[in-house]
């Protein structure tokens, strides 16, 4: 969800060319799974465009190739420190890092609640944004 929030709104921005958004997972769980149904209901309720993808996991190029490495939750941190080790260049921000709040983005896998966690993706990416065009 957040993949095609964010280069929804890197698009809209008119910034496509300038920034890179792409996802990977940090557990091996949906390697090769394409987007969640909900998360895809969810997008079509908002307007927001998707592409048919397959989940890949994260790598140790991926720390040293991006900029931003966001996590979702906890957990995703956890998993995210086995893979890349130490956070030397500070790069790895909890999501609800950006809009002042310390929490987890709920998981919908589990929740069930897609509303939510597409509001919290959305304030989330939206405040990540705005940092960027700062820098830029």
């Not at 809209?12 to 769980?29: F, P, Q």
């Not at 190029?61 to 995210?80: K, Q």
């Not at 983005?105 to 919290?120: C, Q």
Request: a negative charge; hydrophobic letters at 35%; one cysteine or more.
């Amino acid at each position: 969800m957040a993949e095609f929030y964010m280069r929804h709104i890197v698009a809209k921005a008119g910034l496509s060319d300038s920034i890179y958004v792409e996802s990977a997972a940090t557990s091996r769980e949906e390697i090769g799974n394409d987007t969640h149904y909900g998360t895809k209901q969810k997008l079509d309720e908002m307007g927001i465009p998707y592409t048919r993808r397959k989940a890949r996991q994260v790598t140790v190029d991926d720390y040293h190739n991006f900029d931003y490495l966001i996590i979702m939750d906890e957990n995703n941190g956890r998993n995210l420190k086995r893979i890349i080790g130490d956070d030397l260049d500070s790069k790895v921000f909890k999501a609800m890092s950006f809009v002042g709040e310390s929490r987890d983005v709920k998981d919908p896998w589990y929740t069930g609640n897609f509303d939510e966690t597409y509001d919290d993706v959305s304030r989330s990416c939206d405040a990540l944004l705005a940092l960027i065009k700062e820098k830029i």
